[in-house]
């Protein structure tokens, strides 16, 4: 059940990425310059966000390996 539950969802994604490609031109022109650029820096926050997120664990995971 979980693997077909996994398997799925990967295609739900897969789906989804391909969708926002086919029609991201379309996108782009209808939001303009302005709104690409939200979306741009939106989306570069989240991927900051994602990295600071992993070093955090790693660096505690670190921390908590030399305090032993």
């Known amino acids: 059940m979980g693997l077909l539950s996994a398997a799925i969802?990967?295609?739900f994604i897969a789906v989804t990425i391909y969708?926002?490609?086919a029609y991201a031109d379309r996108l782009a022109?209808?939001?303009g310059p302005s709104g690409m650029?939200?979306?741009l820096r939106l989306s570069?926050?989240?991927l900051v966000c994602i990295g600071v997120?992993?070093?955090w664990n790693?660096?505690?995971a670190?921390?908590?390996t030399l305090r032993v």
Request: aromatic share 12%.
């Open 9 to 11: 969802g990967a295609a």
């Open 19 to 21: 969708v926002c490609y």
């Open 29 to 31: 022109a209808a939001v």
């Open 37 to 39: 650029n939200v979306i």
């Open 44 to 46: 570069s926050f989240l």
């Open 53 to 55: 997120q992993i070093f």
């Open 58 to 60: 790693g660096l505690s």
């Open 62 to 64: 670190l921390v908590k």
